[in-house]
């Protein structure tokens, strides 16, 4: 079974990461929401969450894909954090898939891994960014990065790496459910 850790900070958009936890276990992966804290964890809209697991333990871990929602300040708490940062290298490493919507790829450029590669993001996220080749669409990917512009996207997106982890015939299935 494919694994994918989804990580959650405090001010983190809900609507993208409950929207690729919901559609990436509609598809029959397992999925891992950590926060880089323990307990609850309030979101950029006030929406509070319960996450599976802390970043800590799922850190003694292996998985096929993390991924990374926007939202502020949780973008900029998830680029605080060495251990995310280190987590993203390490994933892009061992050419694992590493996602990230909203403003989350500059977490991603902030760990070096979008230098000269495609991506995209809300609107001005990546400006401080001059080495990544920006794209406009929906979603952009390069090899094992994929990024997203944000809330609207979300879905597609999810559904994008429902396509990259178990096939297009699964994401089919799951959109099929979903009555698109």
């Keep these: 079974m494919k694994t994918a850790l989804i990580l959650f900070a405090e001010g983190s958009e809900e609507l993208e990461a409950v929207t690729v936890v919901n559609i990436l276990r509609r598809a029959g992966i397992s999925v891992t929401l950590a926060g880089l804290s323990g307990g609850a964890l309030r979101g950029s809209r006030g929406i509070v969450l319960m996450p599976d697991t802390t970043l800590d333990e799922a850190l ?20 605080a954090d060495a251990r995310v940062l280190e987590l993203v290298q390490h994933m892009a490493r061992q050419e694992k898939y590493v996602a990230a919507i909203c403003a989350a790829p ?24 001059p080495k990544v080749k920006q794209q406009h669409a929906a979603i952009a990917e390069d090899g094992k990065l994929i990024t997203s512009r944000g809330p609207g996207t979300a879905m597609d997106f999810a559904l994008t790496l429902v396509e990259r982890l178990a096939g297009s015939a699964k994401r089919q299935e799951v959109e099929a459910g979903l009555q698109r």
């Design 60 to 79: 003694t871990h292996s998985y096929d894909m993390v991924v990374l929602p926007g939202g502020q300040p949780g973008t900029n708490h998830l680029k």
């Design 106 to 129: 500059s977490v991603l450029a902030s760990a070096g891994l979008l230098d000269d590669k495609q991506a995209t993001s809300f609107p001005g996220a990546l400006t401080p960014f």
